[in-house]
């Protein structure tokens, strides 16, 4: 009977030592302007990536100041997951383009990739956030 009690005693001071979720930290800077919002999408795979927003693990606006942004991602589970963000300083909730389709309002992904003829895949933009927490810079273009 003592053992029985043992094994749910250690069992439950098991689960009650879990690792909690990993604190992430993202730091947004070279905003053009403290106008408008700072989107934010956060993806945990590739579906969706990098604009659907109904496919975003979180969807967030912040306020811009001194032109940079930062948020925390208080309750992320580890794993793997990339970020999106536009600056969008007219804010009417869409990237301004000009008449040939280039981004007229800054923008940018986790882990800064080179961006040639179109966004990054989710591969390329995926940050690895494990139980110990992480900060992410990422640079508006």
């Known amino acids: 009977m003592n053992l029985i009690f043992s094994f749910i005693f250690l069992t439950l001071s098991a689960l009650s030592f879990s690792i909690p979720p990993a604190s ?16 934010v999408l956060v993806f945990d795979n590739e579906d969706g990536f990098p604009e659907q927003v109904d496919k975003a693990f979180r969807q967030l606006a912040l306020d811009p100041k001194d032109r940079k942004a930062e948020l925390r991602l208080d309750d992320i589970p580890a794993g793997r997951y990339a970020i999106t963000v536009l600056h969008d300083e007219d804010d009417n909730g869409i990237m301004t383009t000009n008449f ?32 110990g927490g992480k900060t992410i810079h990422i640079k508006l273009r």
């Open 24 to 39: 992430t930290h993202v730091l947004i800077h070279d905003a053009r302007s403290d106008k408008g919002k700072i989107l």
């Open 100 to 131: 040939v389709g280039l981004p007229e309002e800054k923008y940018g992904f986790s882990n800064n990739p080179k961006i040639y003829f179109g966004p990054p895949s989710f591969e390329k933009s995926a940050v690895q956030v494990g139980s």
